[in-house]
Every structure is written in structure tokens, then in C-alpha cells.
């Protein structure tokens, strides 16, 4: 399949006479229509300048999500690159938070959905949220747009013939972000969210490091980025395991990243804004 080119934006005023004047009023009412936009904060989420629109639609591709913006003491602990069977992944990560009365949310890999279905089920059936990481480990900015959307595409249907829910969050592997990423996610009706917190787990840094980084700058509404796939994830597993009751212990709630958006809707913090993250850098 031939890789589709970019289709060039349309110049402000085309249509209209070119004078200072109509072109100061488009200027004027694309700042006006932006500010109403960034008004949305109920997600908790910053505006992103210069975010691309759908093709076709002109409707606002919206911006990565880094953490939601709640004055509810809760945060939403995240793995990728599963799922992993065995005692050092993704079994033993469910079976904790399934014990501690906890849930969190999934970033699964479509090949290894299809060598691991049981594992993905099971953790649907235990409350766990099982969200989009894209087919296989790519670096998606560097693919083209046929096999970006293969690879967004195929991951979503691994989940939903696994689960029978289609994904509606993508996290690109590698954290690596671009406009077009997000707008063919939207196009395929996800929404990019990366994360607040990066416990650089896949460093096997031990678990006591792991944990303090969770903890160490602990806000409601953080997106906790762990790893349950790719190698063994014995120190991660740990990591859990103590994290649930300290977390706790600070009166915490360990949240599906569904969970903390509506808890965002519910309890805004009194200033609406956001606080987001810079764009994380590549890992893995």
C-alpha cells in the first residue's frame, strides 16, 4: 500500500480578501477559538500550540495527556510492553493489585496479546484497564502513514478480540510522540497519553529506587510509567508490592487511567489548569 503524503494546510483567508484587515480578524478569531479550547480543562490537561486538526473534519486533535488535574488523592500506576507470563510480569503484577484492592492500566503489545490472551484476560476480569501500545515496539514517528496506522490498528484489534472492548488510549512505545502520531491515534479514535512519572524501571535499578521515585514527588492525578513485558520484571513486581501499601498509607487510590479522568470530571483541583510534563525522551 502506497505510503499517503502529508496534505498541506490550508492558508488562513484564502478565500477572502487578501488585506491587512481580514487577515488581522482570521488571526484574531484562531486566537479566540484556541483560548476557548484550552478552556477545557476538565481532563486536566494543558493545550498544545499548534495541535493538528483531522482531515476533513477540522476538528482539534487534542493534546498527549501527562496527568490529570484532581484534587482527589489517586493516581494511576501504568505498564507497558506486556503482556508476560510467569512470576516476573504481568501475572504476578495482577495478582497484587488484585490482593491490595487496586486497579491499573495496561499498555499491551498486539504480538504478544496473541501469544498471551489468557494473561490479558485475566486481568480484564480483575478490574485491570488494557489499553493500546501499538502492534509491535516500533518507533512510530519514523513509520509511514499506511504502516502508522497498521501498527496503531493492529494493536487495537488484538485488544478488542481479546477482551471484546476497543482501546480507546494509545501509548506510543519509546514514549516517541509526533503531530502525526496523535492525529491518526484520533483518526482511529484514541487519545495519546504518556505519563507524569517515569520510574525508569527497565534500567533494573532495583526496587527501593523504583519506589522512591514514585514516591519522592507523589501528586494527585500522576501517571506512573512501570513495565511488565520486554525481559524480566522481578524488580518491578517488587516495586508493586511495596508501592500498594505505601500508597495507601498516604491515602492514595491506585486507579484505571479511566478511573482518574473521572476523577478529574468529579474533583477538579480550584485551579483549573493543568499540569502536564515536558515530552518525555525515548526509552527502552
Not at 507470563?85 to 498486539?110: D, Q, R, Y
Request: proline letters at 7%; aromatic letters at 4%.
Amino acid at each position: 500500500m502506497a505510503t499517503v503524503g502529508r496534505q498541506r494546510r490550508p492558508k488562513v483567508g484564502r478565500e477572502v480578501a487578501a488585506t491587512a484587515r481580514v487577515h488581522t480578524g482570521a488571526r484574531r478569531w484562531a486566537a479566540t477559538a484556541a483560548l476557548a479550547l484550552c478552556a477545557v480543562t476538565a481532563l486536566g490537561t494543558a493545550c498544545a500550540r499548534g495541535a493538528p486538526r483531522t482531515a476533513g473534519t477540522g476538528a482539534a486533535v487534542p493534546p498527549a495527556l501527562y496527568r490529570v488535574a484532581t484534587s482527589r488523592p489517586a493516581v494511576a500506576l501504568t505498564y507497558d510492553d506486556g503482556p508476560r507470563a510467569g512470576p516476573g510480569g504481568t501475572e504476578a503484577i495482577v495478582a497484587l493489585l488484585k490482593a491490595n484492592g487496586a486497579h491499573a492500566t495496561f499498555f499491551v503489545l498486539g504480538e504478544e496479546v496473541a501469544r498471551h490472551p489468557e494473561v490479558v484476560r485475566a486481568a480484564a476480569r480483575a478490574g485491570m484497564e488494557i489499553e493500546n501500545h501499538a502492534d509491535r515496539h516500533l518507533h512510530l514517528p519514523g513509520l509511514g502513514e499506511a504502516a502508522l496506522r497498521r501498527a496503531v490498528a493492529g494493536g487495537a484489534d488484538a485488544v478488542e478480540r481479546t477482551v471484546g472492548r476497543r482501546p480507546h488510549w494509545l501509548r506510543p512505545p519509546y514514549g516517541a510522540l509526533s503531530p502525526r502520531v496523535r492525529r491518526v491515534a484520533h483518526d482511529l479514535g484514541e487519545r495519546v497519553v504518556l505519563w507524569s512519572t517515569d520510574t525508569r524501571d527497565w534500567t533494573n535499578p532495583g526496587s527501593g529506587a523504583i519506589v522512591r521515585r514514585v514516591l519522592g514527588r507523589l501528586r494527585p492525578g500522576d501517571i506512573v510509567l512501570m513495565h511488565d513485558g520486554g525481559a524480566d520484571r522481578s524488580q518491578t513486581v517488587e516495586a508493586t508490592r511495596q508501592l500498594l501499601p505505601a500508597l495507601r498509607a498516604r491515602g492514595y487510590e491506585m486507579l484505571t487511567l479511566d478511573e482518574l479522568v473521572a476523577a478529574g470530571r468529579a474533583h477538579p483541583t480550584p485551579a483549573a489548569g493543568s499540569a502536564t510534563g515536558a515530552a518525555p525522551r525515548p526509552r527502552r
